[in-house]
């Protein structure tokens, strides 16, 4: 499901400026926002997937729910693109002497429209917040040879998505540019129906979780009687805080209490007797359980994890749309076949699609031998290797854009609309290396959050990785304004020859450098969550997560 979710949701997200701009007569201004604010949107969306998986219906109920939204948001597109009545006479290719027909989308025209890609926005959310978790859940983390499984399950996961998003950004872009915008939009809301009939497949031997609740309200109670407790004194022992162990209650994982965010621990503090007796596992208002606070304390800590990884999507957001203008510069031919702008992100998906592959059962066996994990390296540590990749792709991006200009400048060719004698292969450079960046990065977020998170979150923490791509599109245009605002232009110029974009790619190397830094911070500050009867060896915490939530064959 998750490679044709992803091969519907990617094509559109590298082409539909295209759309905005050519049939719905937006302007290049507006065209770019709309496309920054959907895809920005969906990766921000899954957040409520993720609390409607953790609080009312299962992950497999919230993957077709949502799954069937986005049809319904594509065969709106379809139905647009399809009928001229739906949307404004084109002003694409159209002859001067008819421009007078040439005119924008009205109201009614855009809520179409903005309820179709929406529909599509909500709907991908969701798949991505359940789908991951999902999968995981199938893993069962007691048994030793199933949780050493679990991080080849996020490679393989991400392997999938990297097909369906090359087949996205190559047959469904074709589709688009030479058969139409109706036939596109229609392919990818029945490439995601027949992901459902994938996805229902497995319906009867699932693991499914049960909901737990809100964690947004658990996490509040914490806040709330941690404030109402403030003048009590903390016990010197975890033992005198507020627990309940009996798993018919519904506590099914119970959490040590750690020394972080001591302030908390208020919340959990017993007044009397009576206050404990009539306490739940979801903690009242006055008194929580000590998995409660600890649980709040995951989350607080998890948000410097995520907010430095944000800048790296901010550089994936200007290379995918500097890249594509770059492309339209130069050379882009391959043995006679013109490769289509919106394609040029098939060259890092490729790149991937041969890495994961070697990283997974090459790499990690041999890193493994001489770190003594078994994953091979650490999920933090994974992340913090992709951030300094997408650091050197952005320094080498200000060396090859330096080339591409010196080219210009040495066949007098600066203010031409002819392409330049360079190849777009050089842009595959830096691709290739944010390639291997994204794999690093991505898949240690989705592993680390679905680790770290307790039973009741799980949802609701992969959905956390994902915002940190949307709050990456947000900001891209907020950083352009910033630097042209600063520089007096670098980037104010609308030909690519004479700004300084290489300039702005060392620019976003160095801040990338400092960004490191300041994970490197956050990462050696964070504490892993401890789970009753763990142990911690040499500083690292081998982690025993039970969650007996997860039932086999349950009904989902």
Known sequence: MSALETMAFISNGVSLVTYFYGYMNFSLAKSATALTNFMGSAFLLSLFGGFIS????????????????????????????????????????????????????????????????????????????????????????????????????????????????????????????????????????????????????????????????????????????????????????????????????????????????????????VKNAQEASESSVTGSWKLCTVTQVEE??????????????????????????????????????????????????????????????LYDRIFVPLASRFTGIPTGITQLQRVGVGLVLAAISMAIAGIIETHRKNVAINHNLVDSVEPLPISIFWLGIQYAIFGMADMFTLVGLLEFFYAESSSGMKSLSTAISWCSLAFGYFTSSVVVNVVNKVSGGWLASNNLNRDKLNYFYWLLACLSMVNFGVYLVCATWYKHKKVEGKQVDNGWVLEERIDMSIVRNSTP
């Open 296 to 357: 709040t304390k995951i989350l607080v800590r998890m948000l410097p994890i995520i907010l430095s990884t944000v800048f790296m999507n901010t550089c994936l957001a200007q290379l995918q749309t500097f890249s594509i203008q770059q492309s339209n510069t130069m050379n882009r031919n391959i043995g006679g076949f013109e490769m289509p702008g919106p394609s040029i992100p098939v060259i890092p998906l490729v790149f991937m699609f041969i890495l994961i592959p």
């Open 54 to 269: 953790d609080t009312y219906i299962s992950r497999f109920k919230t993957g077709i729910i949502f799954g069937c939204l986005e049809v319904v948001g594509y065969a709106v597109l379809a139905v647009q693109a399809h009928f001229k009545q739906l949307r404004p006479f084109p002003c694409k290719g159209l002859d001067p002497s008819k421009m007078s027909q040439c005119e924008p989308a009205d109201s009614s025209q855009q809520a179409i429209l903005f309820a179709g890609i929406y529909l599509v926005a909500l709907g991908s959310g969701g798949v991505k917040a359940a789908l991951p978790s999902l999968g995981a859940d199938q893993f069962d983390e007691r048994d030793p040879k199933e949780a050493a499984s679990l991080s080849s399950f996020f490679n393989w996961y991400l392997f999938a998505v990297t097909i369906g998003a090359i087949f996205g950004v190559t047959f469904l872009v074709w589709i688009s540019t030479n058969q139409g915008w109706d036939w596109s939009f229609g392919i990818c809301s029945i490439a995601v129906g027949v992901s459902l009939l994938f996805l229902s497949m497995g319906r009867s031997v699932y693991r499914n979780n049960v909901p737990k609740g809100s964690p947004f309200v658990r996490v509040l109670k914490v806040f709330v009687a941690a404030i109402r407790n403030r003048k009590l004194a903390i016990p010197d022992t975890a033992g005198e805080l507020h627990e309940i162990h009996d798993k018919e209650a519904g506590q099914t994982e119970i959490l040590q209490r750690t020394n972080q965010f001591k302030f908390l621990d208020h919340a959990a503090i």
